[in-house]
């Protein structure tokens, strides 16, 4: 296939097809279930359902079939099939469900309202995920049209992915043995350092929620005459935090929440601090003035790939402001989530959690501290083949050289998947780079981007067929 054929195709394909039925995708405001209880009853995920599959089947793949799951209660999970020439199995993955809308989104724009500028498409679930069912199909409809043989192609594209995946264990254990054993998975859900080379994700955080309550006072009292008497909730929210957090560096304390990082890893935390530079702490919204937690980009990546970070995320307990008496509030609880290590067992860290947050309450005050999570991912070392196709691919298509790291969110299907496939290869890969900031106002693809990674899949699942058909 010529590179200039490729592209082409891919680019037609993305501005005559993809994009208008991307821009019909954004105004479906399709919230995964863990942020709308009424996600069934409202409709909207079976309209993204009907909205793709309908798509995909306008595109008339010579040979694919399509599945749509719906068990129970459970939301939805799209299965589309195209046979190939070998018994190779090549599972591409992506999600449709989304995260809830946020405040913060600039004037002129919405979470469900599709914008395009310049190279940017703006609005909720177009990078984050909803593009990837499209840049699947591109794939597969560049391999046919280009006359380019390829394995047999899976595209699971699941529903409750921002809820956890809560609803994919269900459908690996009734389905799975419709995905066959891949020996090439695609998941294209992660994110990119910057757009301007192909990425890959060499590991993912495993994530943590805990719900920390204080309860001092069986009732709130007068500030006045109770202040200086007995101790204010936050007071022991302070120490109990400090516990876990070193305030002044962000590190945190308990040494059973971190791992050694291994040596592979952080030769490619430096590289990719190269590569980035600056660009590492640029990517971020920061306020003038504003500093980071570390000055070292290497040890930034480090920090926020390897390293637990802990973020709280929502309150009860206090009145809004301009609504607080002059109180001492009875108790007070906190959302904490905790971003832990790829390689950490989230039983083990939740555990750690529990420990440190309610031995010894400080003022004799009632602590609880209810810890569950979800483990992260360490991919298995990358084959010879796999890391030719995707640097020449970058190279080709974006003219640099591939680049890879670890992301610090989290992709429940990666650790299914991985634990179920454990020979398989991974190219995790994704279009969440430099102010994308999806789950954040203001999310965007940046097209560009995508469509030059939808040319390297089409090289890498070349490779992919040349590798096993020997
Ligand atoms: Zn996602």
Known sequence: MEQ??????????WDEQILPALIEFIRIPNESPGFDAEWEAHGHMQRAVELVTAWIERQAVP????QVFKDGTRTPLILAEVPGTLPEVVLMYGHIDKQPPMVGWREDLGPW?????????????????????????ATVKALKALGQPHATLRILIECSEESGSADLPHYLQAYGDRIGEPSLVVCLDSGCGDYERLWSTTSLRGLVGCTLTVELLREGIHSGLGGGIVPNPLQVLRLLLDRLEDPATGRLKPAALHVEVPAQRIAQARKAAQVLGGSVVGSFPLLEGARPLADDTTQLLL????EPALAAIAQEGWPELGKGGNVLLPGLSLRLSVRIPPTLEPAAASAALREVLEADPPFGARVSASAGGEPGWNAPPLADWLEAATDAASREFYGKEACSFGIGGSIPFMHMIGQRFPAAQFLITGVLGPNANAHGPNEFLHVPYAKRLTCCLVRVLAAHHARFAR
């Open 63 to 66: 040979g694919l079939t399509l």
């Open 303 to 306: 920090n926020g790939t390897w």
């Open 4 to 13: 200039q054929a490729i592209e082409q195709h891919v680019v037609r394909f």
């Open 113 to 137: 309202k599709p914008v395009l500028e310049g190279d940017k498409l703006y609005g909720r679930g177009g990078a984050d995920d909803g593009y990837a069912v499209f840049a699947a199909i």
